[in-house]
């Protein structure tokens, strides 16, 4: 069994930067691929960002790139995402979660565990 903490949500005002952190137990899960995903309100869950096994195998959605960096530590079983620039409209609640793959995608379907979220607010 996989267990997956999110920690760092916060309010922020916009042009702030917050740094995420999802820490595993429970399975090692450094030949994993890791991902970051966000639901706001009302809206479906997002793919954000995701990372290989290999640190330099990462992808990121449109809306995101160039201002959120998603990073892995596996001594520390931990990825975070660091973001900045942040916008009102990256207000949502952000997962993390594994699909005990190597293989990165932006597939919600294909992450099989999942964080309880942490909540980020963005103000104007």
């Known amino acids: 069994q996989v267990q997956l903490v999110e920690s760092g949500g916060g309010l922020v005002q916009a042009g702030g930067s917050l740094r995420l952190s999802c820490a595993a137990s429970g399975r090692t899960l450094s030949v994993y691929a890791m991902g970051w995903f966000r639901q706001a309100p009302g809206k479906e869950r997002e793919f954000i960002a995701a990372i290989g096994w290999n640190p330099g195998s990462t992808i990121y959605a449109d809306s995101v790139k160039d201002r959120f960096a998603i990073s892995r530590d596996n001594a520390k079983s931990t990825v975070y995402l660091q973001m900045n620039n942040l916008k009102p409209e990256d207000t949502a609640v952000y997962y993390c979660?594994?699909?005990?793959?190597?293989?990165?995608?932006?597939?919600?379907?294909?992450?099989?565990?999942w964080g309880q979220g942490t909540r980020v607010t963005v103000s104007s």
């Open positions: 979660a594994t699909r005990l793959s190597p293989i990165v995608t932006i597939e919600v379907g294909s992450y099989s565990y």
